[in-house]
């Protein structure tokens, strides 16, 4: 008898416990219905771009409240890998998609992936603030860099840095997930290899740092992570010698100018065409600039 | 007791399995103690499912690349040139990150065994039962740090620190990546040396003291001795910790592919390369397979560290 009462009560409490939780379902349905529903964006990708995408982020959530939109790095490989497995809604890029990429993508998801350039950053090449060296040719770099270049020490290039004994130049460069890396290594290189020893860093910021916190080092990163530890170089080309400005960038007289770039996987729709719509636009732009980035020029013009 | 059973076996033969029925435990009570054994069964036995299961999907995903004509063993062990991504000629050789993953356990264990193992001598030995508790409290959570929070220690206090005292260009090298693995598995060290200094019964002590021994020789000749067995265990699980430790080395060492000719290089370990690499592979792709082939190596690796310990022990056990 005792025993028949308490799976009784049990029964009871279970079935108030079912109405109660599917009472407050319908509460939390209610709610979202009154709020409208947030929908959520996921971009991915590039390290050269995380910063200005996640103020492109935190602004557009002012903009529009009911979109979400979550930004992580990892490098532009890494964004694409993503988006080529219907991960995530878009992938950011410093480099272009490769074809076996798309093809890999029209593969899984039946979508040809679609390419947005929202900007442009000129590659900066940097050193200690200490180092006398103003200027430095693409060709240098390469023998800096590349797998069989014949520069290893400072005094090869004519230079001796105050302050420490060592001759040694200390390269920095990034790791193979970067399109940072594969920007570079299409653009000095010449599609060569690395030379093997260089610290390989895991994202732009830290390239930087470590470059201001050595004196022998040398870097390339984003023009948007400049700190007042380091040096930009100006480049030599033939027809002169050039910084990294906003304005050489879209001219494209600074020779290691880039497109920012983002990838949807087909026509994009609906949150994540105003997005990027959005990102176009004169706001999204100024919030480009203000992060170190070169705004696309008929929109800088027009402002 | 015995006589008045049989009686009733006797007299009621019918009732008895009845009165079974009625008085032993509720068919409910049976069910639920066979259904937790065998719970308890499956938890057993699921630890040998899953390492099983590891080592099928990690072979799986690497053996399709051993017959692949781009691809040598011979080179994959002992080259030293590591270009997963090349444009011209990729290369996959990891002796480069091999000898990195080595030294930089060796170079750890160096400085991390003499500390442990003093610090667990002074804890079971030498010091009060109050300070042995503060101690030991501080120590868990030495052990209880996330690594990337080592790794940033590393990166930029450690590395300060290389950098001025030593005057050497990158403070991210071989050297701070053995510090920080040092501090990482010095707690493991303590913790696991200390018990087993604690194991060796009071006697052995009192004996010792009654023969007339100073606390230095007691701990020489008889504590360290009788617990040789614990004390390996802590260094190996230590060597563990180094060898599979992912993001603080990676942080640490300064990412380089390179052999090092002394303790101010940097070089790249096995387990980071996997970790930085692994994201922008392309599932299915020579460079993917690869990295699960290296994961196979580490396998190897800490396979042949517990095989030795397990030797090294059973010998100690039989003199």
Known sequence: MQKYRNSKVARLISLTTCCLFTLLNQCGKKDTKAGSETTTIQVKGSDTMVNVAQAWAEEYSVVDKNVEVEVSGGGSGVGIAALVKGTIDIANASRNIKSDEATIAKKNTGKEPKEFIVGYDALAVYVHKDNPLNEISLDQ??????????????????????????????????????????FFREHVLGNKDFKLGSRDMNGSKEVVELVGATKTAIGYSGMGYATENVKMLNIKTDHGAFAPTVENAQTKVYPLARSLLLYTLGEPEGAVKKYIDWIMSAQGQEIEKENGYVPLSEVASAN | MSSNLT?????????????????????????????????????????????????????????????????SI??????????????????YGTFALLVGSVTVTLLSMAIAVPFGLGAAIYISEFCG????????????????????????IGLTVISKLITTITGTAVGVNLLNGSIILALMSVPIIVSIGEDALKAVPDSFREAGMAMGTTRWQLILRVLLPAAKNGLLAAVLLGVGRAVGETMAVLMATGHS???????????????????????????????????????????????????????????IKRK
């Open chain 2, 257 to 315: 592919v390179k052999i090092p000719h002394g303790v101010f290089d940097s070089v790249r370990t096995l387990t980071a390369n996997i970790a930085a690499e692994l994201g922008e592979a392309a599932a299915g792709s020579p460079h993917y397979r690869v990295l699960f082939l290296t994961g196979i190596l580490l396998f190897v690796i800490t396979f042949i560290v517990n095989l030795t310990a397990d030797f090294v022990i059973r010998g």
């Open chain 1, 141 to 182: 770099l390469k023998q800096i860099y590349a797998e069989d270049g014949s520069v290893s020490r400072w005094s090869d290039l004519g230079i001796t840095i105050p302050g420490t004994s060592s001759n040694e130049i200390v390269r920095i460069s990034r790791q193979s997930s970067s399109g940072t890396y594969e």
């Open chain 2, 7 to 71: 009686e009733s076996t006797l007299t009621l033969p019918d009732a008895i399995p009845k009165r079974v029925k009625r008085v032993g435990r509720p068919r409910w009570a049976i069910i639920g103690e066979q259904a937790l054994e065998l719970l308890i069964r499956i938890s057993g036995i699921s630890a040998i499912v899953f390492v099983l299961a590891i080592f099928f999907f990690v072979f799986k995903e690497a053996l399709p690349v051993l017959y692949s004509h781009n691809f």
């Open chain 2, 74 to 91: 011979k080179e994959f062990l002992f080259s030293t040139q590591w270009y997963p991504t090349s444009v011209s000629n990729v290369r």
């Open chain 2, 129 to 152: 039962p109050r300070q042995k508790e503060t101690l030991k409290i501080i120590i868990e959570l030495l052990a209880a740090i996330p690594s990337v929070v080592w790794g940033f």
